[in-house]
């Protein structure tokens, strides 16, 4: 198994927190890269990073947010007021 495989199965049962980021190339740069850009979901790219020994993932949505995730999800827009996806 490759180590990038670990990495993807590991992360798949530790908890970690997500942020939206609109360039994930900039969001990576000069950090520890666990997992490197990938689109696991057409419209997505994420990548994973470690920060002070927590995994942290960066989505990078090609459309906004609650137009890619299938189910109801709520969202902080950058001035904090909620919008919720139909």
Known sequence: MTLIALCQNWLKTVPHIAFAVEDINIAIKGKKVLIKP?????????????????????????????????????????????????
């Open 38 to 86: 990938n689109s696991p979901a057409k419209g997505t790219t994420v990548a994973f990073i470690e920060d002070n020994g927590a995994p942290i993932e960066f989505i990078q949505f090609e459309n906004k947010e609650y137009e890619v995730w299938p189910n109801k999800c709520v969202y902080l827009q950058e001035n904090y007021t909620r919008i919720e996806n139909p």
